[in-house]
C-alpha cells in the first residue's frame, strides 16, 4: 500500500535562507510520525509547505499515492490534512464554536445553521472526549484549551493526516499528559499524526517513527525502537549533547535580591500574599508550582511592571520597591520574560534593534549626547548573532521571520550579553532545542559561577531541579515551602498540589 | 420662546434626514474596517460620489442615473484602495489622504471646467420623493435615502453576525493569519468589502447632492465622512451603534440649523456643534473602543 504522505523532493527558500533543500518524507497511514530538529531547522517550514500555506519552489506530494496539487490551505483541508500551528491560529474574539466551523460552516440557506453547527460539535465533543464552553470568547480560554479548539477545528473538518507543530511547548506538564494521552487515542482511532517537539521524553511517548532535519536538510528517519536519546540528538545537533552539572560551589552569605512581606492585588492575575525570601550571590533560586499560582506575577513584582501593595523589594541593599524597569535595568536586574512575543521581543524590529532595546540610551552603544554608534551596534549584533548561535539571515531582518526558537535567542542574547548582578528567568528554554537549552543551562550556570544571583521560574520540574540551589514552591500566591531540589519528587508533588508539609499559619 | 419650539417632531426629521451622510460613511466605513482596513478616504470618496452624480444628472437630466454614476464613483475608488492597500501593501492612512486631497481639489476643477464655478454647480433635477404615507407622519417626506438607510442597516447587522460571509469577515479583519489557516482567501474578502464599503459611502455623497440642496458646491462634505468614522467608532463597529452615533450627529446638525435659525447664538459657534460632538465622542465619551483589527497588510508567501 502506498504511504498516507509521500513528499518527494520538497524545497522552499526565503529571501537569504534556504528553509527546505530537497526534502523527502514519507508518513505511513496509522503512525504517528515525530519530527524533530534544532530551531531554525525548517520543520515549521516544510509542515506549512505541505498545509500549503506556504508555495514550494520544486517538489511533489502524494497522498495515497496520488500526486496532489494543492494551492492553499483550503485544498489542503479538502485533502483530509490539518494542522495545528507552532503559534495558535484561532480568532480571540470569535466564540468557540465559531471558530470551530470557520471556513467550513453550516448553512441554511444564505444564513449560518447555529443549531446544526452545535449538534455537530457536540457528537464531537463526545466521540472524543475534549469538553469545551461554546459559547465562550475563544481569546479569554487558557492557551491549553485554546488548543484543544484547535484540534476539535481540525477534527470537525474531518482531517485524516493531523500536523501538529510544536503542540506541548506552550503547555503545562499536566496539559501535556492530557495531550500525549489524546494524540494516542486519536490513533486508535485510525488518524495518522505528525508530531514536532523538542521534549525527547515526549517523542518516545508517543512516536513510532522520527525524523530528523538539520539546516533545512534531512538528516535520517528511524524507527523509535531503533533510537535513543542519544542519538537522536546527536542527529539533531551533529555532536553529542551533555546536560550541564551544578558545580560544588556553595553560594556567597551576600545577599544579591531581599523580597520582604510583599503582596499584590488581584489585577490581571493571581494575588502574592506575603512573599518573604533572598537570593545570594552565587544563587540560583528555582521557583516551582503548577502554571497560574502567581509565577508570572511574582516576576513582574521583581522587574517593575505591576504594583507592590505591601511590602519591600532590595536589590544589593537598595530599595526598588518603587524604582522603574528602566532604573532597575540600571542597576544590574535582567529579565527573561516568558511571553517573547508580547513582552520579550518588537516583532516588526529588526534582530540588531531587537538586541539593542533597554540600552539603546547608554554608552558605547550611545556616541555622544545624541546618536548611536551604528558600526558599533553592527558589529555587537553580528557578535551576539554568532555566540549564541542564532540561526537568521542576517541582523538586518525583522524578528518577526525567525523560527521561534531563534526569537528566544535573541531575547537571551540581549538580557546576558550585559552586566547583570541578578537575572530573573522565566521559561527560559521553553521552545528551545536540546543543544540550545544546554547553552542556556550553561549560561545560567555561568552567571552563578560568577557570583550573580538568577530567579528560575519554569514549569519544568526536572530543569530547575537541575539547576536550582534551592527551590521555592508557589501555590495560590503564596510561598507554601522550600525545598532542596534533590527532594523526591513525591515531595514536590504534595507542595505543588498546595499541600504544606509542616502546618503554617 | 419655549423649548417646544425647538425639540418637535420637525426637529427629529430633521435629525433623521441630516444623519443620512454621516451613517452611510460610518457602515462603509465600518465595512472596510471589519476586514482590516482604515478607510480614511471616505470624505474623499463623498465628496466625488457627489459630483458625479450632480454631474451625471446635468448630461442626462435624470437623476437616477445621477444615483448610478455617484454609487460608480464610490466602487471605481474602492478599487484603488483595495489595490493599493491590499495588493500591493500600501500605507492605509497615506492611500486614504490621498483620496481625501484628490476628492477635494478634482471636484473643484472639474466644477470650474463645467460650469465656470469652483464654488457651486448649476442646480439640476433632484431624485424625487418617495411616498409611504404611513411613515411620513413620522419620519416627513423623503427620498428613497431614508428607506434604503433603514434596509441597509438590517440587512447589514443580519449579514455580519448571521451569515457564514460575515463570519468570516470578523475572522479576516481581526487575524488574517487564522483565516488564511482556516483556508479563506483573505485577500479576496478583503477587496471584495472595501469596495462594498466604498460604495456604500459613496450613497452618502449622492444624498448630500441630490436629495439635500440638489447641486454641487465645493468641499459640501464639509467633514460628514470624518465624522462616519466618529461614529463608527463610536457605534463599536456594528450596524446599530453606527445608526444610534450617526443619529447623535444628525441631531447636532439639525439643531444647529435650528438654533441658526432662530438667531439666538452668534452662527459661528452654532456651526461648531457637530464638530465639537466629534471630538468629545472621540476623546473618551466612548470609552474603550477595541478595534477589530490591527489593520496591518497581510503578506502571503
Ligand atoms: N516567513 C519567513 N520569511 C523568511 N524566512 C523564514 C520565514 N519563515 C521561516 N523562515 C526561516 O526558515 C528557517 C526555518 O524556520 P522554521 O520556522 O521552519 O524552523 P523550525 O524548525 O520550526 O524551528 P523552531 O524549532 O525554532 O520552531 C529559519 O531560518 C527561519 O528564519
Ligand atoms: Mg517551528
Known amino acids: ?83 495545528v500551528h507552532q503559534h495558535l491560529t484561532v480568532v480571540p474574539h470569535l466564540r468557540v464554536w465559531e471558530n470551530i466551523v470557520l471556513g467550513e460552516e453550516p448553512r441554511r440557506g444564505v444564513f449560518l445553521a447555529r443549531r446544526e453547527a452545535f449538534r455537530r460539535i457536540e457528537a464531537l465533543c463526545r466521540e472524543t472526549g475534549l469538553q469545551l464552553d461554546l459559547h465562550a470568547w475563544t481569546g479569554e480560554l487558557p492557551i491549553g484549551l485554546q488548543q484543544r479548539v484547535e484540534i476539535l477545528k481540525m477534527l470537525y473538518r474531518g482531517a485524516s493526516l493531523l500536523i501538529f507543530d510544536e503542540p506541548t511547548t506552550v503547555l503545562t506538564p499536566q496539559e501535556v499528559d492530557q495531550l500525549i494521552a489524546y494524540l494516542l487515542r486519536l490513533k486508535e482511532g485510525g488518524k495518522t499524526i505528525i508530531f514536532i517537539s523538542h521534549k525527547l521524553r515526549e517523542v518516545f511517548a508517543l512516536c513510532d517513527r522520527v525524523t530528523v532535519l538539520r539546516r533545512g536538510r534531512k538528516v535520517g528517519t528511524i524507527v523509535i525502537a531503533d533510537a535513543s536519546e542519544e542519538k537522536l540528538a546527536e542527529m539533531m545537533v551533529g555532536r553529542k549533547v551533555f546536560s550541564p552539572k551544578r558545580g560544588e560551589e556553595k553560594p556567597k552569605e551576600t545577599v544579591v535580591l531581599a523580597v520582604e512581606h510583599v503582596s499584590t492585588l488581584p489585577e490581571r492575575g493571581k494575588a502574592l500574599h506575603g512573599l518573604n525570601f533572598v537570593v545570594h550571590n552565587g544563587e540560583i533560586v528555582g521557583v516551582a508550582g503548577v502554571e497560574g499560582n502567581g509565577q508570572t506575577e511574582l516576576a513582574e513584582v521583581l522587574v517593575g511592571l505591576r504594583k507592590v501593595r505591601q511590602g519591600k523589594i532590595s ?3 537598595e530599595d526598588i520597591t518603587f524604582a522603574s524597569p528602566k532604573e532597575r535595568i540600571k542597576k544590574g536586574l535582567a529579565h527573561i520574560p516568558e511571553d517573547r512575543h508580547r513582552r520579550g521581543t518588537v516583532l516588526d524590529f529588526t534582530v540588531t534593534e531587537n538586541l539593542l532595546l533597554g540600552f539603546e540610551d547608554e554608552p558605547p552603544i550611545r556616541r555622544g549626547r545624541w546618536t548611536i554608534d551604528l558600526p558599533l551596534l553592527r558589529r555587537f549584533a553580528l557578535s551576539r548573532v554568532g555566540e549564541f548561535e542564532i540561526a537568521t539571515p542576517g541582523v538586518d531582518v525583522p524578528v518577526r521571520i525567525l523560527s521561534g526558537g531563534n526569537q528566544q535567542k535573541v531575547v537571551l542574547a540581549r538580557e546576558l550579553s550585559r552586566p547583570v548582578s541578578l537575572l530573573v528567568a522565566c521559561q527560559p528554554t521553553r521552545g528551545l532545542d536540546v543543544a540550545a537549552t544546554e547553552y542556556v543551562h550553561r549560561k545560567l550556570l555561568d552567571l552563578r559561577k560568577e557570583g550573580k544571583g538568577v530567579i528560575l521560574i519554569s514549569a519544568d520540574l526536572d530543569e530547575i531541579r537541575a539547576l536550582s540551589d534551592r527551590v521555592l514552591v508557589l501555590y495560590e500566591g503564596r510561598i507554601i515551602g522550600e525545598l532542596a531540589p534533590q527532594s523526591d519528587e513525591y515531595q514536590f508533588g504534595l507542595l505543588m498540589g498546595g499541600k504544606s508539609l509542616v502546618a503554617q499559619g | 420662546m419655549s423649548l417646544f419650539s425647538i425639540l418637535n417632531l420637525s426637529l427629529f426629521q430633521a435629525t433623521v434626514r441630516m444623519s443620512m451622510p454621516v451613517l452611510f460613511a460610518a457602515l462603509g466605513g465600518m465595512f472596510c474596517e471589519r476586514v482590516g482596513i482604515v478607510n480614511i478616504g471616505l470624505e474623499g470618496i463623498m465628496l466625488n460620489s457627489a459630483f458625479f452624480a450632480v454631474f451625471a444628472t446635468y448630461l442626462s437630466g435624470n437623476p437616477w442615473i445621477g444615483l ?11 478599487l484603488v484602495i483595495a489595490f493599493l492597500t491590499v495588493k500591493y501593501y500600501g500605507n492605509q492612512i497615506v492611500v486614504g489622504t490621498g483620496v481625501n486631497v484628490f476628492g477635494l481639489g478634482f471636484s473643484a476643477f472639474m466644477c470650474q471646467r463645467i460650469w465656470g464655478s469652483r464654488g457651486a454647480s448649476e442646480s439640476v433635477v433632484g431624485l424625487p420623493l418617495l411616498r409611504i404615507p404611513a411613515l411620513e407622519r413620522v419620519l416627513g417626506e423623503n427620498t428613497v435615502f431614508v428607506y434604503l438607510a433603514f434596509l441597509l442597516i438590517f440587512l447589514s447587522h443580519l449579514f455580519l453576525f448571521s451569515t457564514h460571509w460575515g463570519l468570516r469577515i470578523r475572522a479576516v479583519g481581526e487575524s488574517p493569519q487564522s483565516a488564511d489557516a482556516a483556508g479563506i482567501n483573505v485577500h479576496g474578502y478583503k477587496i471584495v468589502f472595501v469596495v462594498v464599503g466604498s460604495a456604500i459611502t459613496s450613497l452618502g455623497g449622492v444624498f448630500l447632492s441630490l436629495a439635500h440642496l440638489n447641486f454641487f458646491a465645493w468641499g459640501m462634505t464639509s467633514g460628514r465622512g470624518f465624522m462616519g468614522l466618529a461614529a463608527m467608532i463610536f457605534g463599536k463597529w456594528t450596524p446599530l451603534g453606527c445608526f444610534l452615533a450617526s443619529l447623535l450627529f444628525g441631531f447636532t446638525d439639525a439643531l444647529q440649523m435650528r438654533l441658526q435659525a432662530l438667531g439666538i447664538l452668534p452662527a459661528q459657534i452654532i456651526l461648531l456643534f457637530p464638530y465639537v460632538v466629534t471630538i468629545l465622542v472621540l476623546s473618551g465619551l466612548v470609552g474603550k473602543a477595541i478595534p477589530p483589527s490591527d489593520y496591518k497588510p497581510y503578506e502571503k508567501r
Open chain 1, 1 to 83: 500500500m502506498p504511504p498516507l504522505l509521500e513528499v518527494r523532493g520538497l524545497t522552499k527558500s526565503f529571501p537569504g535562507v534556504l528553509a527546505n533543500d530537497h526534502i523527502d518524507l514519507e508518513i505511513e497511514e496509522g503512525e504517528i510520525h515525530g519530527l524533530l530538529g534544532e530551531n531554525g531547522a525548517g520543520k515549521s517550514v516544510l509542515m506549512s509547505t505541505i498545509y500549503s500555506l506556504y508555495r514550494p519552489d520544486e517538489g511533489r506530494i502524494f497522498l495515497r499515492g496520488r500526486e496532489v496539487h494543492m494551492v492553499s490551505p483550503a485544498s489542503a483541508i479538502r485533502c483530509g490534512v490539518g494542522m
Open chain 1, 315 to 317: 536589590l544589593r541593599g
Open chain 2, 68 to 78: 448610478l454614476l455617484g454609487v460608480l464613483s464610490g466602487v471605481g475608488w474602492g
